[in-house]
């Protein structure tokens, strides 16, 4: 069974920092793109990250120089570093493989 679970989130003030968690199974990982995406309340889903298979990244402009990807391949895991965290910021966000997401978590910056 394909299964992705996000966690990690929380309420941080602005700037700092959370470390967001994707566990995943059911999939050939290893070989797979990893993103990450958000949706802000009201708002449309928007692509933060991807992570490659070797380690190749992308983020969007909104983050770039704040947030790193990162994958275990050896435990199926994906990871969002989120540093230096805005109230724009504020989303769930989920990780996505092969277009499926999980339930996300709730990110919410504010003092």
């Known amino acids: 069974e394909v299964q992705l679970v996000e966690s990690g989130g929380g309420l941080v003030q602005p700037g700092g920092s959370l470390k967001l968690t994707c566990a995943t199974s059911g999939f050939t990982f290893w070989t797979l793109l990893v993103s990450w995406v958000r949706q802000a309340p009201g708002k449309g889903v928007e692509w933060v990250s991807d992570?490659?298979?070797?380690?190749?990244?992308n983020y969007a402009d909104s983050v770039k120089g704040r947030f790193t990807t990162s994958r275990d391949d050896a435990s199926n895991t994906a990871y969002l570093q989120m540093n230096s965290l805005k109230p724009e910021d504020t989303a769930v966000y989920y990780c996505?493989?092969?277009?499926?997401r999980g339930q996300g978590t709730q990110v919410t910056v504010s003092s």
């Open positions: 992570i490659y298979t070797g380690g190749g990244t």
């Open positions: 996505s493989v092969l277009g499926r």
